[in-house]
Every structure is written in C-alpha cells, then in structure tokens.
C-alpha cells in the first residue's frame, strides 16, 4: 500500500510539473505573440523569408522596394520549385529576381530556416537579418533563429494580416496551425533551453 502511495505522489508531481510547464510556456508564447505581430520600420543587410504563404513572399518584395534591406534569402523552398514557380506565387518578386533573391531548398522546418540562414549569411558576412514569416509562427522562429545566431541582430518582420484578422477572416487550415503553434513553441522553447543548460555546464 505504501508503495501505492508513493507512486501516485510521482505521478502527481509529475503531472503537477508538465502542467506548470505548459502554462509557463503558453503565456510566454502569449507575451511574445503580443510583442511580435505588428511591422517595424527596418534597415537590415538582408531578410530571410520562411516560406508558407503568398503573402510572406509579397511582403518581403516590399522590404526590397522601400530598401529597407538588399537580398533575400527564402528559406524552406520545397522539392524543385524555382524562382520562376515563386515569381508566378508573388508578382511583386519579379524586379528582384536576378539580383536580389536565393532560395534555400534544404531546410524542412523552423529549426532548419535557421540553420539555413545562419549558413548563408556568415558566407556573407551579414550582421542582421529580419525574419519575415506570418505573425503566429514569429515567437518560435524568433526562439529558434536566436538560439542559432545569438551574436546576429534578428529583427521580427510580421507578413500578411494580423492576428486578429487573421482569426476572424482565416480558413479552417490556418486557425488549425494557429492552434497548434503554442504546443510547437514550448518544445522548442524546451529543447532550446535544455541545450544551453548542457552547454554552459560543459563550458
């Protein structure tokens, strides 16, 4: 009986934590989705932009033309698409096109944008980025782009509607990626964290 009891206790404190955890990490990502879905007035060497949706490609093209920054790179470009097949997604890319814009087909999720970006902007010797991606998935690349490039200025540039609007004029897929992104913060947030613990006790 006593035995029972004790594993009931863990379990208990166990559930108890992951129940902390969760709350913690929601209401930061809540903080942070506060304090990153809204535009900025930028100067920066270069953009990356994560792919996921037209209006992240025709907001980047603005950076371009207010001058806001020179070169693009998008991120995450799948199977063999090309800058044509982007061009025909967003129109407003096509003066840029043989000047201004590399496309990066390695990276399969967020954490590999920034792998991908971090790559290509120490080839460069860029000291600042903006990060242009849809305003609900900017705390975890925020994070992710943070934890990889910690001595780069990132600057969060949020593409296509608001939040808000996003939530009242959105289709079922978006609100369904949008519920889905604080569980998809807290892991990252978890991962992160637990690797710069290990990396400073090992320094």
């Not at 690797?195 to 006790?201: E, G, P, T």
Request: charged content about 15%.
């Amino acid at each position: 009986m006593t035995f029972m009891k004790n594993i009931v206790r863990i379990l208990k404190a166990f559930v108890f934590c992951f129940v902390l955890i969760f709350i913690i990490g929601v209401a930061n990502y809540i903080f942070a989705l506060a304090r990153f879905d809204q535009t900025h007035n930028i100067s920066v060497d270069a953009a990356i932009v994560l792919t996921g949706g037209p209006d992240r490609l025709s907001d980047a093209a603005q950076l371009l033309s207010s001058g806001a920054t020179k070169h693009l790179l998008i991120s995450g470009v799948g199977g063999r698409a090309d800058l044509d097949d982007l061009v025909r997604v967003a129109p407003t890319l096509a003066p840029y096109a043989t000047c201004c814009i590399d496309l990066g087909h390695q990276a399969l999720n967020t954490r590999g944008n920034a792998e991908e970006a971090a790559a290509w902007a120490r080839d460069r010797g860029y000291k600042s980025l903006a990060i242009v991606t849809a305003g609900f998935h900017l705390p975890r690349a925020m994070l992710e782009f943070r934890a990889i490039l910690p001595a780069m200025d990132l600057y969060p540039y949020r593409a296509g509607l608001s939040l808000r609007q996003q939530v009242l004029n959105g289709s079922f897929g978006n609100l369904y990626a949008m519920s889905l992104e604080p569980v998809k913060y807290l892991a990252a947030l978890l991962r992160v964290s637990v690797r710069d613990l290990f990396v400073n006790k090992i320094s």
